[in-house]
């Protein structure tokens, strides 16, 4: 088990997404993943936004970020298990893709918290202009190395030129970015006013979540310091001129977090569990539309 030193937290008094100081309590979360320590998350009275209150401050939270699983690489070498692994992680990415691509033809793309640069790296595969941002270190060492291109910080957003991408994506990342207003208003600057802005984030209204509730391997706290569902992404974005345009499954994500949450119950069998959780879900899904984790697609709003 790990242990943070010092921990530092900072408590909200307002909602982040609309601004209410009306809050109640919603759940207290273990950390499974890292420190075993207990989150509570706040909800908010008026848009029912749910959001990790207290959370870490900036000079304490890369201490819950260290493990040697949480940014995954490309596997090396040859095994049966990497080989599925990294065919796996292809089928994805290529995914990912097509859906975000579609009706597009190539440009300049921007993805924010890029990781070991899987995405990039096939964007640049596809003839795509790539520019990259990415907290950690190491990350961000890999991915510039692997796709030969300097990946940037956080605070660097602010050198990229105005109105100069046709694509901004963001995987799984939003939930990890503590002042959401200045990250919208730097997408809305970035961003083309013909271009695309993807935002990929687990929902807590899907069947595993509700399924595995406080151990449900997607809260992820203090990690995740926002949830969102659909109507809650849709009220930020739209508060910094951004319209839905469609929202779309990540199926694969249903097998994944049930597997991590059987893990985290210490279930016996629990692969096999997890495989029939993650059916279940995506199968309900198909009518509730509430997947385990959605790709939302937004446009710029034109007020000018
Ligand atoms: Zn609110």
Same mark, same amino acid.
């Given at each position: 088990?790990?242990?943070?030193?010092?921990?530092?937290?900072?408590?909200?008094?307002?909602?982040?997404?609309?601004?209410?100081?009306?809050?109640?309590?919603?759940?207290?979360?273990?950390?499974?993943?890292?420190?075993?320590?207990?989150?509570?998350?706040?909800?908010?009275?008026?848009?029912?936004?749910?959001? #990790?209150?207290?959370?870490?401050?900036?000079?304490?939270?890369?201490?819950?970020?260290?493990?040697?699983?949480?940014?995954?690489? @490309?596997?090396?070498?040859?095994?049966?298990?990497?080989?599925?692994?990294?065919?796996?992680?292809?089928?994805?990415?290529?995914?990912?893709?097509?859906?975000?691509?579609?009706?597009?033809?190539?440009?300049?793309?921007?993805?924010?918290?890029?990781?070991?640069?899987?995405?990039?790296?096939?964007?640049?595969?596809?003839?795509?202009?790539?520019?990259?941002?990415?907290?950690?270190?190491?990350?961000?060492?890999?991915?510039?190395?692997?796709?030969?291109?300097?990946?940037?910080? @956080?605070?660097?957003?602010?050198?990229?030129?105005?109105?100069?991408?046709?694509?901004?994506?963001? *995987?799984?990342?939003?939930?990890?970015?503590?002042?959401?207003?200045?990250?919208?208003?730097?997408?809305?600057?970035?961003?083309?006013?013909?271009?695309?802005?993807?935002?990929?984030?687990?929902?807590?209204?899907?069947?595993?979540?509700?399924?595995?509730?406080? #151990?449900?391997?997607? *809260?992820?706290?203090?990690?995740?310091?926002?949830?969102?569902?659909?109507? #809650?992404?849709?009220?930020?974005?739209?508060?910094?001129?951004?319209?839905?345009?469609?929202?779309? @499954?990540?199926? *694969?994500?249903?097998?994944?977090?049930?597997?991590?949450?059987?893990?985290?119950?210490?279930?016996?069998?629990? @692969?096999?569990?997890?495989?029939?959780?993650?059916?279940?879900?995506?199968?309900?899904?198909?009518?509730?539309?509430?997947?385990?984790?959605?790709?939302?697609?937004?446009?710029?709003?034109?007020?000018?």
């Amino acid at each position: 088990m790990f242990h943070v030193k010092q921990d530092i937290l900072i408590t909200r008094k307002y909602c982040p997404v609309c601004g209410n100081d009306s809050l109640k309590q919603h759940s207290v979360i273990k950390d499974y993943f890292l420190t075993r320590k207990e989150f509570s998350i706040s909800q908010c009275k008026e848009c029912n936004f749910l959001f #990790t209150n207290p959370y870490p401050d900036e000079s304490v939270i890369s201490d819950y970020y260290r493990s040697d699983s949480y940014f995954s690489h @490309p596997k090396s070498g040859f095994s049966i298990f990497s080989f599925v692994y990294n065919l796996i992680r292809r089928y994805n990415i290529k995914n990912k893709y097509r859906v975000v691509t579609d009706g597009i033809k190539v440009g300049n793309v921007l993805d924010i918290g890029c990781g070991s640069g899987d995405f990039l790296n096939f964007c640049k595969e596809k003839n795509w202009n790539i520019s990259g941002v990415e907290p950690n270190t190491e990350a961000r060492e890999f991915a510039s190395k692997r796709i030969g291109k300097e990946i940037f910080q @956080p605070n660097q957003q602010k050198y990229f030129k105005s109105h100069s991408f046709d694509l901004i994506t963001l *995987w799984h990342v939003l939930e990890h970015i503590d002042d959401l207003d200045m990250q919208f208003d730097e997408i809305r600057r970035l961003l083309k006013k013909s271009g695309r802005l993807v935002i990929a984030l687990p929902n807590y209204k899907s069947y595993d979540a509700v399924f595995y509730g406080n #151990t449900w391997a997607a *809260w992820d706290v203090p990690r995740h310091l926002h949830h969102f569902d659909k109507s #809650t992404i849709s009220l930020l974005a739209k508060r910094h001129g951004f319209i839905l345009q469609r929202s779309l @499954p990540m199926v *694969w994500d249903a097998f994944y977090v049930s597997l991590l949450s059987e893990k985290y119950r210490n279930s016996r069998l629990y @692969p096999l569990k997890a495989f029939l959780n993650g059916c279940k879900s995506n199968n309900k899904a198909k009518k509730s539309q509430e997947y385990s984790s959605l790709i939302y697609i937004f446009t710029p709003e034109n007020i000018d």
